[in-house]
């Protein structure tokens, strides 16, 4: 089973950007990759997800026009560029691939002034 590594998370002011990156143990190209986050007393919600070669993808309401997914199979890496961060932003961010249900250990993004 692929392993899902995040990083990149961490502590930044609203209006701040952050960029998360997920490695993977093994190949992706087949499969869709999925981010997810978690707040505290939240349930995990979709963030946002890419399909194999980046032609479809989708966003959660609350981060469309401020979060990219990007992803290079190549690498086996998947990214997510979030832009105007808010307070509300604040969670566990999760790579996902759920074709095999593999997740990540996760990694915190928190935003505060």
């Known amino acids: 089973q692929v392993q899902l590594v995040e990083s990149g998370g961490g502590l930044v002011e609203p209006g701040d950007s952050l960029r998360l990156s997920c490695a993977a143990s093994g190949a992706i190209d087949k499969w869709y990759m999925d981010w997810y986050r978690q707040a505290p007393g939240k349930q995990r919600e979709l963030v946002a997800r890419i399909s194999p070669a980046s032609t479809d993808i989708k966003y959660g309401e609350s981060v469309k026009g401020r979060f990219t997914i990007s992803r290079d199979n190549a690498k086996q890496m998947v990214y997510l560029q979030m832009n105007s961060l808010r307070p509300d932003d604040t969670a566990v961010y999760y790579c996902?691939?759920?074709?095999?249900?593999?997740w990540g250990q996760g990694t915190q993004v928190t935003v505060s002034s």
């Open positions: 996902s691939m759920p074709t095999f249900d593999s």
